[in-house]
């Protein structure tokens, strides 16, 4: 009798374990094939396209600067992300939901409206633009793309690097200070630590992130042109047939940067282990 | 020396009031009182993690109350240790020690010394999430310990381990105590953490410090009822007082006389502690130096372990404590007589 | 708790109700150049009254692409208009379609606002002296992407020829970007190099589109930029009417206009002629009758009102190539 219940209780969890898997296989097909889909397309019918466009200056160059601009995007969004962060993880004040869900804007907000909102003030009339008009310029330059691709994937960060704060007990960092640790630190050598993971897995996720906009940055800066734009006129100008071997040389080269960082976040220490 | 003056609080929910505190150099000081009574708040004060909304805190006679935690020096134990999971045992120890700077060859000379008091020098190397609860508590005390503080702050440390663990470390606390001679205010509910290892006590009970006193006087003559509920006076009846002949008063109860110890006036009217293990159960009446002695039937008997606790109707209920074997050899069990009895000097009267 | 799932589920059930209603009904794909937002806007309200059993959804894209949608992505269109009639032919024939309707025309013009540097002393005369000021800001489409971007390229070649000011191109593109204009055998050709090598300097805002300069206008980031008077029209701006010898609109000059031609990067040619809209319905539409009804729509009285509100002149009567379809005959004069 106990048997047989225990029997039923394995298989009824078996079933949810099975249905689980068949819905989960479903959505990963469903972001699978497109990707492999256009690759493979492009590797079996035309790989004398894709060799040639791996060896097109322009098309390297376009996503050597996607790849830097994100970068340098991650980088200012690190600095400035990173802090406000932890504010928001550590203390209570009136108008934080306001923040966090301001923060979320650029989430949701169609990423031309967000391009158009970015020139109006970073352009060389803008509220930001003109006063820098002397130093910096936004519009059509290497300024503009890093600002409108900052703006899309700043939230990424700023949400991961808090969950990670949050997820370091205050009291880690009590102790610390008791122990003669300023509060700064206390932050540096405990609580960032700890945060690390977090913060590496939003800088990446805001990486790609930024790797993908096309949208606002294409309003803000035409030219130098990334690769996402670069995709998008080779379509226009010349067809798919001419824009596919770009676009899957870009897949390419993130897959494997992705993968590259993935691997790295990781092996990053966890300290859950020994 | 530790002098906290008039300190109040909000924070959360937990509130201070009007706290005010000495505790001396070198003392061993709990502060004993229910779980959500402000203790957790009243140590991080101490610590400097908050600040108060009123009152001051002097630490040796220095004003530490606007002062930042990382000059006050103070040695902070949280209940769920607090050690930091990405560093080692080792590094956990000297965290404090590097911060201030010290020299390398000194910092390991004090945290192998540390390590060697403790037991824990064969876990150097491991992380924190790697160790039992009584091993890391041994890492927070020695993390706390090894950069002598001025004043060592406990919330709780025992509460989290298993009752063998408690005991043993309990030890090692009054040991390290012992030798250390280190100021130490250490927060429990626990009432036999308290009579173990408190040079004094202090009762706090909803954000206020109710009663200060040795271990003695706190378990034995508890300022009010409240606080001797707490500390586990469980025989609390009321009576009146019918003579009182050179400090030995006699309390009418209903039809019972009984004898105690107190200044209390005739005619006042007066309620009486009885601590559960000052009751000692014999089967019939017997021949004591105790002046008081009842009969009764025993309502209720439930075994807690070593120790018994037993409910008798002696006309008013007397709760008593004895011990496992004596209940087996006097074979008691419910509805049997017995005769209570209890000296005169055991009976606290307020 | 379950109540709650139960309750939510019934909202969501009801809201989606309508929506199962209308995808009952017949979908129209009304492919357009961008240009033809507005009108076809109007078109779309005037034709869903007519067929209230159908839903006409229109998707604005340069012409290129929306040509390619059909051709290339597999996209089914019952209705393909193109702000440049002599692309449906080389893209779209014979697989794709065999017929086109020339149904309107329009301009190139120089669009600005008040705030724009020497707005007041512009002029028909002195526009390309005040464009090629050193403070002075303008813009154009990509002659690779957009139509009107190659058009803007003619019309101020178109410039030299007719102020007889054989610096007018040189001074305003070629020492700003990429783009040459060569001489040969009597015609003026701009072979395009890839757009990521066009390379404008500070003093030219270039776009893939010519709605995506508004942007730059409205930011002030240009002061002036070539466009289509329709756009310029709707968008309410000021704009500059240019000579008709130069802006691409009358037949009349259609010998002048050739002088000039644009070689994509793709290497598609494409030589000056009035701007032209051309409309067709591919052989692969859903609908191919409700197509037919939508261009019907669109050469009819009402349909040529809407486009002369709108800056878009009716071609009157529309002029037909190829194997235009017998019920559409009647509307057309067949060139």
């Not at chain 3, 939508?294 to 190539?321: H, T």
Request: charged residues 20%; hydrophobic residues 45%; glycine residues 6%.
């Amino acid at each position: 009798m106990l048997e047989r219940s225990k029997l039923t209780f394995k298989m009824s969890q078996e079933k949810t374990i099975l249905i689980f898997t068949l819905l989960g296989v479903i959505i990963l097909a469903f972001i699978v094939i497109p990707i492999v889909n256009m690759i493979a397309t492009q590797v079996i019918l035309d790989v004398d396209a894709l060799i040639k466009t791996a060896k097109d200056l322009s098309v390297l160059k376009s996503i050597w600067l996607s790849i830097y601009a994100a970068f340098l995007a991650t980088l200012i969004a690190l600095i400035f992300g990173v802090p406000l962060a932890y504010v928001l993880a550590r203390r209570d004040f009136w108008g934080k939901e306001s923040i966090e869900s301001i923060i979320d804007v650029p989430i949701v907000i169609p990423h031309t409206v967000a391009g158009i909102a970015l020139l109006t003030v970073f352009g060389s009339h803008g509220l930001i633009g003109y006063p820098l008009s002397n130093y910096i310029g936004f519009v059509d330059a290497l300024p503009g793309i890093v600002v409108a691709m900052l703006f899309v994937s700043v939230p990424f960060l700023i949400n991961s690097a808090r969950e990670g704060f949050e997820s370091v007990d205050p009291r880690l960092e009590n102790v610390a200070r008791s122990l003669g640790a300023s509060r700064w630190k206390a932050v540096c050598e405990i609580t960032i630590p700890l945060a690390s993971r977090h913060i590496l897995v939003g800088a990446i996720m805001s990486w790609a992130r930024a790797i993908s906009e096309f949208g606002a940055v294409v309003i803000i800066a035409y030219y130098p042109m990334i690769a996402s734009t670069l995709i998008y006129e080779r379509f226009l100008s010349e067809g798919l047939s001419a824009s596919r071997p770009v676009a899957v040389l870009l897949m390419i080269v993130c897959l494997l940067v992705f993968i590259l960082l993935r691997a790295i976040s990781a092996r990053w220490k966890r300290y859950d282990r020994d | 020396m530790i002098e906290i003056k008039g300190l109040s609080k909000n924070w959360r929910g937990f509130s201070l009031k009007n706290v005010n505190l000495r505790v001396e150099k070198g003392e061993y000081f709990i502060i004993l009182g229910p779980t959500a009574a402000g203790k957790t708040l009243l140590l991080e004060l101490i610590a400097g993690f908050c600040e108060p909304n009123e009152g001051g805190i002097w630490i040796n006679d220095k004003n530490v109350t606007r002062m930042t935690p990382e000059k006050r020096g103070t040695g902070f134990v949280y209940q769920d240790y607090s050690l930091f999971p990405h560093l080692t045992v080792k590094e956990n120890i000297e965290f404090g020690l590097k911060i201030k700077g010290m020299p390398k060859s000194r910092i390991e000379e004090k945290s192998k010394e540390i390590m060697d008091i403790l037991g824990i020098s064969h876990l150097s190397h491991r992380r924190p999430r790697t160790l039992s609860g009584g091993e890391q508590q041994r890492v927070a005390i020695a993390r706390g310990i090894v950069i002598e503080p001025s004043v060592m702050l406990l919330d709780e440390p025992l509460n989290a381990l298993d009752a063998r663990t408690q005991i043993q470390l309990r030890g090692e606390l009054k040991k390290i105590h012992r030798e250390a001679k280190l100021t130490t205010i250490h927060v429990t509910h626990d009432q036999t953490e308290a009579m173990v290892l408190a040079d004094r006590i202090g009762v706090m009970m909803n954000g206020e410090i109710v009663q200060t006193g040795s271990p003695e006087e706190i378990f034995h003559f508890p300022l009010n009822e409240r606080v001797a509920e707490f500390v586990g006076v469980e025989n609390i009846i009321e009576g009146m007082v019918t003579s009182n002949e050179e400090g030995v008063a006699t309390i009418r109860i209903d039809d019972h006389i009984m004898e105690a110890i107190s200044s209390a006036k005739v005619g006042d009217r007066v309620r009486v502690c009885l601590r559960p293990e000052s009751i000692t159960i014999a089967p019939s009446k017997t021949l004591s130096s105790a002046r008081n002695s009842f009969s009764g039937m025993i309502t209720q008997l439930v075994p807690l372990g070593a120790t018994c606790r037993i409910e008798i109707d002696c006309g008013f209920p007397l709760i008593s404590l004895v011990t496992k074997t004596s209940a087996e050899d006097l074979g008691l069990r419910v509805g049997k007589g017995v005769c209570a009895s209890f000296k005169a000097s055991s009976v606290h009267v307020f | 708790m379950k109540k709650l799932v139960a309750v939510f589920v019934v909202i969501l059930l009801s809201c989606a109700a309508p929506g199962c209603i209308t995808s009952e009904k017949v979908t129209l794909k009304v492919l357009h150049a961008g240009s033809l937002s507005a009108p076809f806007e109007e078109m779309e309200r005037l034709f869903e009254e007519r067929f209230p059993d159908v839903d006409v959804q229109r998707e604005a894209a340069g012409s290129t692409k929306t040509i390619r949608k059909v051709t290339e992505l597999n996209k089914t269109g019952d209705v393909v208009a193109s702000a440049d009639y002599s692309l449906i032919a080389p893209m779209m024939y014979p697989e794709y379609a065999d017929w086109y309707i020339l149904f309107a025309k329009n301009s190139i013009v120089i669009a600005y606002t008040n705030d724009s540097r020497y707005a007041d002393e512009i002029n028909q005369d002195n526009w390309y002296e005040i464009l090629g000021r050193l403070d002075v800001k303008f813009g154009f489409s990509n002659p690779n992407d957009d139509p009107c971007g190659y058009r803007s390229q003619m019309a101020i070649q178109l410039a030299e020829l007719y102020y007889n000011d054989g610096n007018i191109y040189d001074d305003l593109v070629e020492k700003n970007t990429n783009l040459r204009m060569t001489f040969e055998d009597g015609t003026y050709i701009l072979r395009a190099p890839n757009s990521e090598e066009i390379n404008p300097s500070d003093k030219i805002m270039v776009r893939s589109m010519e709605m995506e300069l508004i942007h730059g206008l409205d930011a002030h980031e240009i002061d002036y930029y070539f466009i289509y008077r329709s756009v310029a029209e709707q968008h309410n701006e000021r704009f500059l009417e240019l000579p008709p010898q130069i802006d691409l609109s009358s037949a009349d000059y259609a010998d002048t206009y050739k002088k000039v031609q644009v070689v994509q990067s793709s290497g598609n040619i494409v030589t000056g002629k009035p701007i032209v809209y051309g409309i067709t319905v591919p052989k692969n539409a859903e609908h191919y009758e409700l197509g037919l009804e939508f261009v019907k729509l669109v050469l009819s009285d009402e349909g040529q009102k809407i486009l002369d509100e709108m800056g878009q002149p009716p071609i009157v009567p529309a002029v037909g190539s190829g194997n235009v379809p017998q019920e559409l005959m009647m509307l057309v004069y067949q060139g």
